[in-house]
């Protein structure tokens, strides 16, 4: 703007400015919140990493409260859950071979080497290592991936 503009002028430049800081802040903020639902929304691959870690380091308690789907803990006894998982099974070691999403389902493959416990002819049980797929179907509630767990 120029030294000695006419006033009309001076305040109409004024608006203008106004008028664009407000568009570019609320064009900011806008990008921002998108943003951060974007990032609070994981993908389905992260979260089948997320389950296939946990269930490596048998934390079972944090899969039911947090990956396990919301409907189904609405049935399923946490106890009864968490018992049913305290069969010693290592994974040793797991690879994730392919995510697959149609609208609010998903299904994952993974492949897991692991120490499997097997009844001994003798009594009692031997653990032997086991390559075995791990077929898991997952549903999206609110943007969040939960994986879908008999009881």
Same mark, same amino acid.
């Given at each position: 703007?120029?030294?000695?503009?006419?006033?009309?002028?001076?305040?109409?430049?004024?608006?203008?400015?106004?008028?664009?800081?407000?568009?570019?802040?609320?064009?900011?903020?806008?990008?921002?919140?998108?943003?951060?639902a974007?990032?609070?929304?994981?993908?389905?691959?992260t979260?089948?990493?997320?389950?296939?870690?946990?269930?490596?380091?048998?934390?079972?308690p944090?899969?039911?409260?947090?990956?396990?789907?919301?409907?189904?803990?609405?049935?399923? $006894? %946490?106890?009864?859950?968490?018992? &049913?998982?305290?069969?010693p099974?290592? =994974? #040793?070691?797991?690879?994730l071979?392919?995510?697959?999403?149609?609208? $609010? %389902?998903?299904?994952?493959?993974? &492949?897991?080497?692991?120490m499997?416990? =097997? #009844?001994?002819?003798?009594?009692g049980?031997?653990?032997?290592?086991?390559?075995?797929d791990d077929?898991?179907?997952?549903?999206n509630?609110?943007?969040?991936?939960?994986?879908?767990?008999?009881?």
């Amino acid at each position: 703007m120029r030294r000695g503009a006419p006033a009309a002028v001076r305040r109409l430049h004024g608006q203008s400015a106004a008028s664009f800081l407000a568009v570019a802040v609320t064009c900011g903020m806008a990008t921002a919140l998108g943003c951060r639902a974007a990032a609070k929304a994981e993908s389905l691959e992260t979260r089948a990493r997320q389950y296939l870690e946990l269930k490596q380091r048998h934390d079972w308690p944090a899969i039911f409260d947090g990956l396990l789907d919301p409907e189904a803990r609405k049935v399923i $006894d %946490r106890d009864a859950f968490l018992k &049913k998982r305290s069969v010693p099974f290592d =994974v #040793l070691s797991f690879d994730l071979v392919s995510t697959k999403t149609e609208g $609010d %389902r998903g299904s994952v493959m993974a &492949k897991l080497d692991a120490m499997i416990p =097997v #009844l001994n002819p003798r009594g009692g049980t031997v653990m032997i290592r086991k390559q075995l797929d791990d077929p898991q179907e997952w549903v999206n509630r609110d943007g969040h991936w939960y994986i879908r767990l008999e009881g």
